[in-house]
């Protein structure tokens, strides 16, 4: 009898390369991958519409679909992770040196304020640098993925017409996140952004989740061993890559190739281990971070967030 086959929407990545050329494939199923042009697109499709069997999705529209009772849930596999050190950038004219600076202005933000990068950034701002974030005003280029939830009262959409670029280089904006910006006048708010970033994962493990993958409520119900047979196939493939990097077996490395590498050098470990336990404190930061910010009520406990039969796995 024919697997099913399961729409999934995932980027190709180093990770991921072997599930797309079929080096790797499920016991259970076989994958149809769509491919999506930008990833976020396949968030907003999968939250919105339930477009997709399988879809990467950023923790926190995840989370915020979660709490808004989207039949989606998560497997506790990582697809991207970065550092948010750099994320927001000023305008050097303006003479903000401190990020306390900010209190009291306007900060852009690119695209929605649920965007789990700019997350990230806030809480670096707050937890790092003693920011108020209730006292800046965040200005969005765009709208939410979950589009029932409702943001706090500082946060507004921008003037019709009007582009965050454009407002930083006018002074309007005191700063921005999330945009990138090829202008003299604009750096990152924090300076020597990557080296801050490793250190922080070199002296208190902070290596940020940006991406998680989801799977529709429906399936998991249906097929009690599918989740368990999700996680192990996208381990198994993640680990070919791993094994690539350790062998110095990848000839023209990515930034993300060189920045996994890095890790590995600081961690000596895996550079992106699945499972709920190796990640826990990354896990419970994010929605303690999302809890704070006002995108989701409370933090969820993890046996409501990941599949049943993933919980004590390990890849």
Known sequence: MANMKLKTAIQTLGHTQALKDGTVHPQSFDFEFEEVPAIIQAFRRMVRGS????????????????????????????????????????????????????????????????????????????????????????????????AEYKAPGNVVPIEAGKKIEDMLLSGELAAASGIVMDHPDIKPLIPNPAQVGFEALRTRGHYPINHTLVVRDELLEAHPGLAQDIFDTFAKAKNLYVDKLRAGAITEPTKMDQTALKIMEITGKDPMPYGIEPNRAMIEAVMQYATEQKIIPAPFKMEDIFAKGTWDLVG
Not at 87 to 94: F, G
Not at 124 to 143: A, C, P, R
């Open 51 to 146: 477009e997709f069997d399988i879809s990467e999705m950023a923790i926190t529209t995840y989370l915020c679909a979660k709490a808004h009772g989207k039949k989606i849930t998560a497997i506790p596999v990582f697809l991207m992770r970065a550092f948010h050190h750099g994320a927001i950038v000023t305008n050097t004219r303006l003479g903000i040196t401190d990020p306390k600076q900010l209190e009291g202005k306007k900060v852009g933000v690119n695209r929605g304020y649920t965007v789990t990068a700019g997350v990230w950034a806030r809480s670096i701002l707050q937890h790092e640098h003693g920011v108020d974030l209730s006292k800046i005003t965040w200005v969005l280029s765009g709208d939410e993925h979950v």
